[in-house]
């Protein structure tokens, strides 16, 4: 067995095997799910304290009855339509009797009504209020011109729109797609591109200072070649996270598998159900049929959504991602190997880690910006630029890149990966033997010059 | 034969000069003292030798062939600055370093089984490495160093830790591995263990060689002019023409005193001399310890 493989064997296993690798791996996806249902279930519980708001409703005495119970309760918020109160004595009383805030309506300010409150109110409270104030106003801005059954015709012009997405390929081959979905897994791969990349960048670092710290690299350079040990940490550690990245895919085709075979299953027999009967009333009412169908529309979205997921390229998605990942962090591993060995212990660090997190965090933020507009010029180059190009490509890769791009860019990669690994190797052979000193970045620069 | 030769080594780190045209020649099966003050040049010549860093001028041998990338199985190293993996287990880790220097894993289960059982240290096998102490540990490294049996073991100050019984036992298994034909590089401060333990050694100060040769020989050339007389009772002798007093003390019924003469006066005309003072009861020439000597050559520069 060749010398790196040992290194890399050791590497491997020893964080494999340890407990935390093993909780993490089964935790971390646990932990995401957990958020994504957890949190808008404690967004809506949070709303959940009744706040009480006093509406006062200025001008005449048609006008206050338009306007009252214009605007509905919420989950969260009482309106309490007060009259005969002077809105002056409620400004300042309104705490007392128990009152979140006081909103007052005149018919001379319409467009502008006010409200009183102790704290900022939240943004939620102030759009109800103003769409449902809107709305009120409109209707009755209509009722004005006397319309006959104005209440059903307003019914009948309610419409909401939707666009749907469809892919167009060069050989005319549809596929239905989402822009939501999209923009999901954009997220999702950017940020844990992100994630990976610093996490085990960062493992790298303190394998390497744990490793002169205890004294013991002098031993092995005296076996091995300083790059071996270099690489063979990299390497190893990037196994581990590919390795984790496997369990995670699993995972989640599995969970995938379970959901599609328990929910999806139950509306497609439940459309086959309804269908025999209206096939018999012609093909063209098919389509009603489905609609009329029981299926209830959650289990609908929920199967469109898969559908949807489903027609992102995947084998594209997870390919540039483990391409991205290999070598993103190969080059961020190695900057953080270079680190590890120029310092005597983690504290040290500091001063050398802000450069290096100052181009990862651009790259998220790019990213987070590229799903608003994919092709803008800015998302272009920075899906080039090595040092940023794995976190904005795969927030790119969802809605489609030429593939010129995608060539370009991983060429690069490549490239600058290489040049750093080689530069870091420099630094590293040289710093893994250097104690006590406090390192600066010109001593960096001069570790890079010496020869052999 | 030398087993070992480097040729005018020079090395540089930038402005600063580690090695200046240094030059050792390690005979077979020798034990080779490698001194020097702190900061001389030492460690940067054991890490070319083991080829960590290349020299930048200078030529290496082993065996009377230049020294090849793979030579590093035939050499053992144990650095002054030395360490384990603390999470690791003993055994688990002796066997990483061994497989490191190109043992086979079976090979290096064969030899280890043999070292824990002579060290006596075979509990420790499943052990986490903090969980010993930091004689424990050397002993350790003492193992994972000697165990690929190479021609040339090079030993970085490989006393310091160890109790002084352990010291003698790792003492003895190098005159032991020497005995087996193993050549041994030797660094140290401790000067008593260099006249133990050395043959040969070069004092390296300040990147250059400024002495080197056999250690009796080295010894014998810087007692030329000193001896030493041990008389009876409380004797008291004055300085005259032929020499001068280095020191002279009485203790328990016996006076020491140590002269030194120039060089064209024999030992006969200062025994003509001093025999009237009192009883003697013994004469040697004066061997300065190495301890002296190095002090004596390293300040004699500066």
Redesign the interface.
């Known amino acids: 067995?060749s010398?790196i493989s040992?290194?890399i064997k050791?590497e491997y296993l020893?964080r494999v095997r340890k407990k935390s690798f093993i909780i993490m791996t089964i935790l971390a996806p646990l932990l995401m799910a957990s958020i994504f249902v957890l949190l808008p279930v404690l967004m809506l519980s949070g709303e959940r304290d009744d706040k009480k708001i006093a509406v006062i409703i200025d001008g005449s005495e048609i006008f206050r009855e338009e306007c009252i119970g214009a605007i509905p309760d919420t989950k969260a918020e009482k309106f309490v339509y007060l009259q005969d109160v002077d809105i002056n004595d409620m400004v300042k009383t309104f705490g007392a009797a128990g009152y979140y805030g006081v909103l007052y309506i005149s018919p001379e300010a319409l467009n502008t009504p006010l409200l009183y409150s102790k704290k900022q109110p939240p943004s939620g409270l102030t759009e109800h209020i103003s769409r449902n104030l809107k709305n009120r106003i409109e209707k009755n801005k209509l009722q004005e011109h006397n319309i006959r059954n104005l209440d059903s015709i307003l019914m009948q012009i309610r419409t909401s729109v939707e666009v749907n997405t469809t892919l167009v390929d060069e050989t005319g081959k549809l596929t239905e797609t989402s822009t939501d979905v999209a923009m999901i897994f954009a997220y999702l791969g950017g940020f844990l591109m992100y994630m990976l990349v610093f996490i085990f960048g960062s493992q790298v670092m303190r394998g390497v200072i744990?490793?002169k710290t205890?004294?013991?690299v002098?031993?092995?350079?005296?076996?091995?070649?300083?790059i071996e040990l270099m690489m063979g940490k990299v390497i190893g550690i990037a196994l581990v996270g590919l390795t984790q990245f496997m369990i995670w895919v699993i995972l989640l085709v599995g969970a995938v598998g379970v959901v599609q075979s328990t929910v999806l299953s139950k509306t497609n027999t439940e459309i086959m159900q309804s269908l025999p009967q209206d096939i018999m009333a012609g093909n063209q009412q098919v389509s009603e049929a489905v609609k009329s169908a029981e299926v209830s529309p959650e289990l609908m979205e929920i199967s469109e959504a898969f559908d949807n997921v489903m027609n992102l390229n995947w084998p594209l998605i997870l390919l540039s991602f483990v391409f991205y990942f290999i070598t993103g962090y190969l080059l961020y591993a190695s900057v953080f190997a270079a680190i590890g060995s120029a310092v005597d212990n983690e504290t040290e660090t500091q001063q050398f880690m802000l450069p290096v997190t100052i181009p990862i965090i651009i790259g998220l933020l790019v990213a987070m910006g590229t799903m608003q507009n994919p092709e803008s010029s800015i998302a272009f180059w920075f899906s080039m630029i090595p040092l940023t190009s794995p976190i904005v490509m795969m927030a790119r890769i969802p809605f489609g890149v030429p593939y010129w791009q995608l060539a370009v860019s991983m060429a690069l990669m490549v490239v600058t990966f290489i040049a750093f690994v080689w530069m870091a190797a420099k630094v590293y052979r040289t710093g893994i033997?250097m104690?006590g000193k406090k390192t600066s970045w010109k001593e960096l620069w001069?570790w890079l010059r010496?020869?052999? | 034969m030398s087993l070992f030769e480097a040729r005018n080594i020079t090395k540089q780190?930038?402005s600063l000069t580690a090695l200046d045209k240094v030059s050792i020649s390690v005979p077979e099966q020798c034990i080779y003292g490698l001194l020097g003050p702190n900061g001389a040049g030492k460690t940067t010549l054991i890490?070319i030798i083991?080829?960590?860093?290349?020299p930048?001028t200078g030529e290496l041998f082993l065996n009377g062939k230049k020294l090849m990338?793979d030579d590093?199985h035939s050499?053992g190293?144990?650095?002054e600055?030395?360490?384990?993996?603390?999470?690791?287990k003993v055994g688990e880790q002796a066997l990483?370093?061994a497989?490191?220097?190109?043992l086979s894993k079976t090979e290096a289960m064969r030899r280890l089984k043999y070292w824990f059982r002579k060290l006596d240290i075979v509990d420790w096998w499943g052990k986490k490495v903090e969980e010993l102490s930091k004689g424990m540990q050397q002993k350790v490294?003492f193992i994972?160093t000697v165990l690929h049996e190479p021609k040339l073991i090079i030993f970085d100050e490989p006393f310091t830790g160890f109790d002084p019984v352990n010291a003698n036992i790792i003492k003895n298994e190098i005159l032991f591995l020497r005995e087996r034909g193993a050549t041994i590089i030797f660094s140290t401060h401790n000067m008593g263990s260099v006249e133990e333990l050395c043959d040969n050694i070069t004092l390296i100060d300040k990147a250059k060689t400024i002495l080197e040769g056999s250690v009796n020989e080295i010894r014998r050339k810087w007692a030329a002019n000193e001896y030493d007389f041990i008389f009876r009772g409380n004797v008291k002798i004055e300085e005259n023409s032929l020499y001068k007093i280095l020191s002279q003390k009485s203790e328990n019924d016996k006076t020491a005193i140590r002269l030194s003469t120039k060089e064209e006066i024999t030992s006969n005309d200062i025994l003509n001399t001093v025999l009237n003072a009192g009883n003697l009861i013994s004469f040697n020439p004066a061997l300065p310890s190495m301890n002296e000597i190095f002090i004596r050559v390293v300040e004699s520069r500066n």
């Open positions: 067995m010398k040992v290194i050791r020893t744990e490793e205890s004294r013991v002098e031993v092995i350079v005296s076996s091995v070649k300083p033997l104690y001069k010496y020869s052999g | 780190f930038g890490r083991n080829q960590i860093t290349g930048d990338p590093v050499i190293y144990l650095p600055e030395r360490g384990l993996y603390k999470k690791m990483y370093f497989q490191l220097k190109g490294q994972t």
